[in-house]
């Protein structure tokens, strides 16, 4: 059983930054991509950013110049850094792997940014 697990979620004023790690159970560079999603209150769960094997990334355009996505092979690791964050960042993180074709989500962590 594939596992993903988020962390780094917490609360930062507006302006500050987070930095998301999503560790998998799975060798990491056995996963096609890798993706960050976002849901807040009320809303659908949103794409942020995507992140290819080969390290091709795609970014929503609300997170364009202010997040990146990343990943570590060595630590079977992704990462969401985010800069610059606004209060409408507020939203459950999700983790997505898509591992031999099959998706795999891990069980979220909370951003709050505080105005």
């Known amino acids: 059983q594939v596992q993903l697990v988020e962390s780094g979620g917490g609360l930062v004023q507006a302006g500050g930054s987070l930095r998301l790690a999503c560790t998998t159970s799975a060798i990491l560079s056995d996963f096609n991509a890798m993706y960050w999603y976002r849901q807040a209150p009320g809303k659908q769960r949103d794409l942020v950013a995507g992140i290819t094997r080969g390290g091709t990334t795609n970014y929503a355009d609300s997170a364009k110049g202010r997040f990146t996505i990343s990943r570590d092979n060595r630590k079977n690791t992704a990462y969401l850094q985010m800069n610059s964050l606004k209060p409408e960042d507020t939203a459950i993180y999700y983790c997505?792997?898509?591992?031999?074709?099959?998706?795999?989500w891990g069980q979220g962590t909370q951003v709050t940014v505080s105005s």
């Open positions: 997505k792997g898509n591992f031999f074709g099959t998706e795999y």
